[in-house]
């Protein structure tokens, strides 16, 4: 164990004690939070006959009621941090103890044998702290998710849950298994196995564990379990069934538990409490779940950097190796929240179903961090009647769709005791899983959240995905797990929530190279455009001037542009898109899409860039992290514009080995006639594409070489940190999107016409590619760059030889005209070109060739 474990483990008990005593302090004239059940239906939670055991168990539980065929009533813990919002340091230091308190009874050479179980999803965390407990146990929890690829150890059923079956999901299918010593001739087997320590918030009868060891001890014997629970609950007669069944197995069961008693029912209940729920159900704060308008205030995204190889909690399995690489790492995440935090007083921080640690742990770690007041608590399948009473432990509920894509089907999920608890910052903590359309949508648990508090934040912990491939289909074989997307601040300067780049960080590799040397090497066949980088020089202030005079000009009509692209995709494409750019030129359209889509419909919708590269097609393994995380058919394609459109052909070819992707794309303008779903056809200047990596995040073109990309790596790219005094990524994007408002009644009368319009691709730009190719002595089309925003790329990457303009063509090529003029450039008027502009390369390059003095730039 590390120093830094050891002293946080030391630590953190002594708080939750002092925590403890605070809280019971303050708890001692407060109204016991059961007393409206109890009072209606004779319900009484008596103590084990200690002194004081009546009122320790009223401490640590209230009551609620809830629909539910075989119990009416609930115990709703006060320390478990699942209902009831409380200081994570309580909530850790419940378990935590428990986990010594086994550790004591085990010894330390049992405890490193033993493996830790809990239950979900309510003992999710509860299980995990009691194993930090332990401190040396390797930590599973059972789930109600089933993970593709990963084969079952086992499985239970739990007999009064809302939701029953638990799933076993092991990463090591030999976690759970026993060690067998065989013993006489017919090698009975003995088992000894190492001790099974099972962890759920409470017993009340006892069948969810026997349920369990039954399961467990058919398929891997042992000799010892232990459980563990807040609160033993249970009948004398469960008691004893209990006793029967251990001695009936031949296994010792030991039970730690920090209380215990029994709840006192008087007849009837069940039926007086499921007629009490019939009676209030719709009539107090369980409001219908509520779309919220597209005024609402967006979330603010958190980039844990969330360290490699640590799981996002024990649906897998979580070892001590694990643990010590967390700990180290949980501070310097608090301290990413409370920026973003700024001064909110009263922080929750919310966790999501079986996502119960890794939220714990930031709750923890953020009341270290700062002065705020942190409580805790988290999402929950399970429905429970609301009434707003200091007496009822369910006083607020918020509904929202399920958000996971869950296994059994859409359905509505609930936030207890937040609506109305006075919280001025909500950080909700999800696996990204679980960040999906649903999440973000109007009606969805962000929205909900909005409506209730001043702030919202949203951290993403990467959902772990298993190596090990399946037992039971061996001839498959998955892939590594691909690390989350890079986000803002620490890759490009958009923020974390603008979008996602599937991408590698290269910012520490050198990659670039003089542009007459990369145009050489690439027309030579010596390399590859994507192996390496041109240098990315600062624009001359006569360049940038006409940059922000051209955005000036443009941009009502890129705002029009990107309106009527975004509305074509929400009609025609999906209701709930993905958006994916394809980097870098496309996500800056992206990063607009989405922006329109939040203003005008109030829709979050998710936005990630991935690599494409001509001649070698698509990041395939971007592909494989989309459809782990989305539906394929919801991904939307987004480039800037088409040139000739052979990004659109390279695209559709490399999704013909992906099933469910739609290759058509959606772009900002169509010149070339190479795709349906566009905001125009006019070949007009973006001014994304007068800069590059300024104008783009600050991230540079993308790198595919082999000796820095492996094939289970995503492509790579840097960011360009050093350049953020001159970054205009932000400036283009605000400018642009002031202008949405005044363009909404052109879009809406554009997205009309052209859904009823005829828009099949005419490839009209591709023949006149090839014409000019040939007329002018080419015969190569890749050096023919059809279009504004290509002749741009021309002027500013590669060594030009002449440009295309037509004639009378005015302010959209005032920047090509300057920058042809710095390069040597000539300028060619022509009559019946479909572009604005073509720009073309030189044909047999040599370091003597025309522009390659490299004028248009200077050095910054």
């Known amino acids: 164990m590390s120093e830094h474990s050891a002293g946080a483990e030391k630590a953190r008990p002594e708080k939750a004690r002092t925590e403890k005593a605070r809280t019971e302090k303050e708890t001692a004239n407060v109204v016991w939070s059961g007393s409206w059940v109890a009072e209606r239906l004779g319900v009484e939670l008596v103590g084990d006959g200690k002194p004081d055991g009546d009122s320790e168990l009223r401490e640590l539980l209230g009551l609620a009621l809830r629909r ?128 099974l320590v099972l962890v759920d918030d409470e017993f009340s ?31 004398p007669a469960d008691r004893g069934r209990l006793t029967e069944f251990a001695a009936e197995i031949g296994a010792r069961v030991d039970l730690v538990a920090r209380s215990s ?166 950080v909700l903590a999800v696996d990204s899983v679980a960040d999906t359309p649903e999440l973000h949508a109007p009606d969805g648990l962000l929205a909900q959240l909005a409506a209730h508090t001043d702030h919202v934040l949203l951290a993403v912990v990467p959902s772990y995905v298993p190596t090990r491939p399946r037992t039971d289909t061996p001839e498959r074989q ?16 958009y923020a974390p929530d603008e979008v996602g780049w599937l991408l590698q960080d290269l910012s520490d590799t050198e990659l670039e190279a003089p542009t007459e040397e990369r145009e050489e090497a690439i027309q030579s066949g010596g390399a590859h455009y994507a192996e390496s980088l041109p240098v990315e020089y600062q624009p001359s202030a006569q360049y940038q001037g006409l940059f922000k005079a051209a955005l000036e000009l443009s941009a009502a009509r890129v705002a029009r542009a990107v309106g009527t692209v975004t509305e074509t995709v929400l009609a025609e494409r999906t209701p709930r898109p993905v958006l994916v750019s394809l980097a870098r030129a496309g996500t800056p359209v992206g990063v607009l899409m989405r922006r329109w889509a939040l203003h005008r419909h109030g829709i979050d919708l998710p936005h990630y860039a991935v690599s494409i590269v001509r001649g070698r097609g ?17 991904v939307v394609f987004v480039d800037g514009w088409t040139g000739k459109g052979a990004i659109t052909r390279e695209l559709s070819a490399a999704l013909a080995e992906f099933e469910g992707f739609d290759p058509e794309i959606a772009v900002l303008a169509d010149p070339g006639g190479c795709v349906r779903t566009y905001g125009t056809r006019e070949d007009f200047l973006i001014p994304s594409a007068c800069l590059n990596s300024t104008v783009s995040g600050l991230i540079s073109r993308t790198v595919l070489r082999s000796d820095l990309v492996g094939p289970e790596d995503f492509h790579g790219a840097k960011f360009y940190r050093e350049l953020a005094d001159t970054d205009v990524s932000g400036h283009f994007l605000d400018t642009v999107a002031a202008h949405f408002d005044e363009v909404v009644d052109a879009v809406d009368v554009e997205v009309k016409e052209l859904l009823a319009a005829d828009r099949a691709p005419t490839w009209e730009g591709w023949a006149a590619v090839e014409r000019i190719s040939e007329e002018y002595g080419i015969h190569d089309v890749n050096l023919v760059k059809p279009g504004v925003g290509e002749t741009t790329r021309v002027l500013l990457r590669r060594v030009p030889w002449k440009i295309l303009a037509k004639r009378g063509a005015g302010a959209d090529l005032e920047h090509i005209r300057l920058l042809a003029e710095q390069r040597g450039v000539p300028v060619e008027e022509v009559d019946g070109l479909p572009y604005t502009c073509v720009g073309l390369i030189h044909p047999k390059y040599t370091r003597g060739a025309t522009g390659a003095d490299g004028k248009a730039v200077e050095s910054k």
């Open 68 to 195: 539910n065929p075989k119990r009416a009533h609930l115990l709703v813990s006060n320390v478990l941090g699942k209902h009831v919002p409380q200081k994570p340091s309580v909530v850790y230091g419940a378990g935590f103890e428990l986990g010594r308190r086994v550790r004591e009874l085990l010894g330390d050479a049992e405890a490193r044998r033993a493996v830790v179980l809990g239950y979900a999803e309510t003992a999710t965390g509860l299980g995990h702290a009691v194993a930090d407990g332990l401190g040396v146990a390797p930590y599973l929890h059972s789930t109600r998710r089933p993970v593709e690829g990963v084969a079952r150890a086992g499985g239970f059923e739990e007999s009064h849950s809302h939701a029953t079956s638990h799933l076993l999901l092991p990463e090591d299918p030999d976690l759970l298994a026993g060690e067998c010593v065989l013993t006489g001739a017919d090698a009975a087997g003995v088992y000894a196995g190492a001790p």
């Open 205 to 235: 009868t006892g069948n969810t564990v026997l349920n369990t060891i039954r399961a467990l001890h058919e398929r891997y014997p042992r000799s010892r379990y232990v459980i563990v629970a807040l609160v033993d609950m249970r009948s």
């Open 261 to 426: 008693g029994t709840v006192a029912l008087p007849e009837g209940v069940l039926e007086k409490g499921q007629a009490l729920v019939a009676a209030h159900e719709g009539a107090g704060p369980a409001a219908p779940r509520t779309a919220v308008g597209p005024g609402r205030r967006p979330c603010t995204r958190v980039d844990l950097q969330w360290p490699a190889g640590v799981p996002d909690g024990g649906r897998h399995g979580f070892t001590p190796a694990h643990r010590a690489t967390l700990e180290p790492a949980l501070p310097a995440m608090a301290a990413r929240i409370a920026e973003a935090l700024g001064d909110a007083r009263r922080v929750l921080v919310l966790g999501f179903e079986e996502l119960m640690y890794a939220p714990l742990r930031l709750g923890t770690a953020l009341e270290d961090h700062t002065d705020a007041e942190v409580r805790y608590s988290t999402t929950t399948r399970s429905p429970v009647l609301a009434v707003d009473d200091p007496g009822y432990a369910i006083r607020t509920r918020l509904v929202f769709p399920a958000h996971d894509n869950p296994a059994d089907g859409p359905g509505d999920r609930y936030a207890y005791n937040v609506a109305g608890a006075g919280f001025d910052a909500v």
């Open 478 to 493: 998955e892939p590594s797990m691909l690390p989350e997307p890079l986000r803002g601040p620490a890759f490009s300067s």
């Open 618 to 634: 698509i990041d395939a393994n971007a592909l494989r992290w989309l459809a782990a995380h989305h539906d394929p058919a919801d």
